[in-house]
């Protein structure tokens, strides 16, 4: 089973740039999430998503947009990438809220530069 | 909203020996408390939960003890070993809510 899969590993982007990190899971859950990890600070909820078609900002929404048009995908985007957006990204989903289990993806190594 | 106090940021212990890690959270209606391990370079992986109706939970080697009264909830690893060294994350939630919280993690190293 692949769970939930997150492309691309590792990503050089330099300031201004745009891209897309994207999430992609095959356990149909309705809940779907993006957290960024920095070194020292935990995880921190960046976007939610309840159900196709339904997002919600987390905790540091500021520099990204999400959608979710489909239940299996979530793609994060970055407009406008920032040195502040160097960090880890990691996408995650669970069957119903947050009482139960969330499944992580593997993540991915941003440095923008 | 919640806000999760886990402590210490880093363990070091000797194999064999127990591991302790503490978290405490604000919010009196937090009903769900999961731990996560995460290995060098992978997500994180939930390796046992525990809710409010209960107040410890095992499984084999690894315990959580929650005291709602005071709001803090610890892991408890005994018989450490060194494929047990990763960083350790607590979160709270409330089922009313979508979101965990999760605690700044702690970097648990078993020395052999």
């Known amino acids: 089973n692949a769970g939930v899969t997150q492309t691309p590993k590792f990503r050089i982007l330099k300031i201004g740039q745009s891209m897309t990190l994207q999430c992609t899971q095959d356990?149909?859950?309705?809940?779907m999430y993006w957290y960024r990890q920095d070194p020292g600070m935990g995880l921190k909820l960046i976007y939610y998503s309840v159900g196709a078609g339904i997002t919600d900002k987390g905790e540091v929404p500021n520099g990204y947009n999400v959608s979710r048009s489909t239940t299996e995908d979530f793609p994060l985007r970055l407009e406008l990438a920032a040195p502040s957006q160097t960090s880890v990204y990691f996408c995650a989903s669970s069957a119903r809220q947050t009482n139960t289990e969330a499944f992580f993806g593997q993540g991915t190594r941003l440095t923008v530069v | 909203g919640e806000n999760v106090e886990q402590h210490p940021s880093t363990l070091s212990v000797q194999e064999g020996d127990s591991a302790v890690i503490k978290c405490t959270y604000s919010?009196?209606?937090?009903?769900?408390f999961p731990w996560y391990k995460q290995e060098l370079g992978k997500g994180p992986q939930l390796i046992i939960d525990?809710?409010?109706?209960?107040g410890e939970k095992k499984d084999q080697r690894i315990a959580v003890t929650l005291n709602k009264t005071a709001k803090h909830f610890s892991l408890h690893i005994t018989e450490t070993q060194p494929e047990d060294s990763a960083v350790y994350f607590c979160a709270a939630s409330n089922s009313g809510y979508s979101t965990l919280t999760f605690g700044k993690g702690t970097m648990l190293l078993v020395s052999p």
């Open positions: 919010d009196s209606a937090s009903n769900y």
């Open positions: 356990m149909n859950h309705n809940y």
């Open positions: 525990i809710r409010s109706n209960v």
